[in-house]
C-alpha cells in the first residue's frame, strides 16, 4: 500500500519477504519485560494486553496507530510492507490499514496463541504458508480490497489497487506485468469489488495465451479490454517479427 496514504501496513514488493529475515531474533529485549522468573511458555492474555500497549499512547490507548505499527514490526524484524502483516490483519480481521484496535489485537494473537516477540517470529512461516492454500489465498484477497481502500471511498483508487494486486498476485500469475501496463494506460482511475474479485478468477482460469478466454463470458468490461488489448500487443509484436 502506498506509504502517503497512512504508514501502511502492508505496501510490500515481491521481494521484501525475506529481506530483513536476520533481524526476525534479533530482539532480546521482549525477554527483559517480563521477569525472569515469569512462565512465558503458556499464553496469558493480561501479558498481551500489556505487550499491546507498548505500542499505543497515554491519548488512544484501545488503539495501535502508525507509530506503534512501525515499532511493531521493527521489534518482530518484519517491514510494513511484507506480504505476512497483511496476512497478520487478516487473522485480527483489521478493519483499517496502518492500526490495529485492542479486541482486533486479541481476535487475532489469542488465536495463535501469541503474547511475546518470539512467539509471533515463530509464526511468521506459518503465516506466510497460509497463502499456499487456494480457498485461504482468496480469502485474504477478497479480505485486502476492503482492508486496503479509502473508508470514505466505496472503490479502491488505481494506485492502491496495482500495489495490492502486485503484492498478491505478482509472483503467481504470469500475466501480471501485462496487466498492471494495461492498467497504467487505461482509463481506470479506481477498481470496484467485482472487478477486484474477477481479476483473481481470470487470473485462476484464463490460460496465459488466452486460448480458452471466452468473449462472451460473463468478465467485467475491464478484462474484456485487458484481453483486447494484449491480443493487439501480441499482434503488433508477431508482425514485427
Not at 505500542?55 to 515499532?71: A, N
Not at 509464526?123 to 479509502?150: C, E, M
Request: include cysteine; proline fraction near 3%; hydrophobic fraction near 35%.
Amino acid at each position: 500500500m502506498p506509504r502517503n496514504k497512512r504508514r501502511s501496513v502492508v505496501d510490500m514488493g515481491p521481494d521484501d519477504d525475506d529481506r530483513h529475515s536476520n533481524k526476525r531474533f534479533r530482539n532480546t529485549t521482549s525477554s527483559r519485560r517480563f521477569s525472569k522468573s515469569e512462565d512465558t511458555s503458556s499464553f496469558s492474555q493480561k501479558r498481551c494486553l500489556t505487550w499491546f500497549r507498548e505500542y499505543t499512547s497515554p491519548d488512544d490507548p484501545d488503539t495501535l496507530g502508525p507509530e506503534g505499527m512501525e515499532k511493531f514490526c521493527e521489534d518482530i524484524g518484519v517491514e510494513p510492507e511484507n506480504v505476512v502483516m497483511l496476512v497478520l490483519a487478516w487473522k485480527m480481521n483489521a478493519r483499517q490499514m496502518g492500526f490495529f484496535t485492542q479486541q482486533e489485537w486479541l481476535r487475532g494473537l489469542v488465536d495463535l496463541q501469541c503474547d511475546t516477540i518470539p512467539k509471533i517470529q515463530s509464526k511468521l512461516d506459518y503465516l506466510r504458508s497460509l497463502l499456499n492454500d487456494q480457498v485461504t489465498f482468496k480469502s485474504i484477497y477478497r479480505y485486502a480490497y476492503d482492508f486496503a481502500r479509502d473508508k470514505d471511498q466505496r472503490s479502491m483508487d488505481i494506485e492502491t489497487a496495482k500495489a495490492m494486486l502486485q503484492l498478491l498476485l505478482g509472483k503467481h500469475w504470469v500475466l501480471f506485468g501485462q496487466f498492471n501496463n494495461f492498467l497504467e494506460h487505461s482509463k481506470y482511475k479506481v477498481i470496484n469489488k467485482d472487478q477486484w474479485c474477477n481479476i483473481l478468477e481470470f487470473s485462476r482460469t484464463i490460460a496465459n495465451d488466452l486460448s480458452n478466454y471466452d468473449v462472451d463470458g460473463a468478465w467485467p468490461v475491464m478484462l474484456d479490454e485487458f484481453v483486447e488489448w494484449l491480443k493487439a500487443i501480441k499482434g503488433v509484436e508477431a508482425r514485427r517479427s
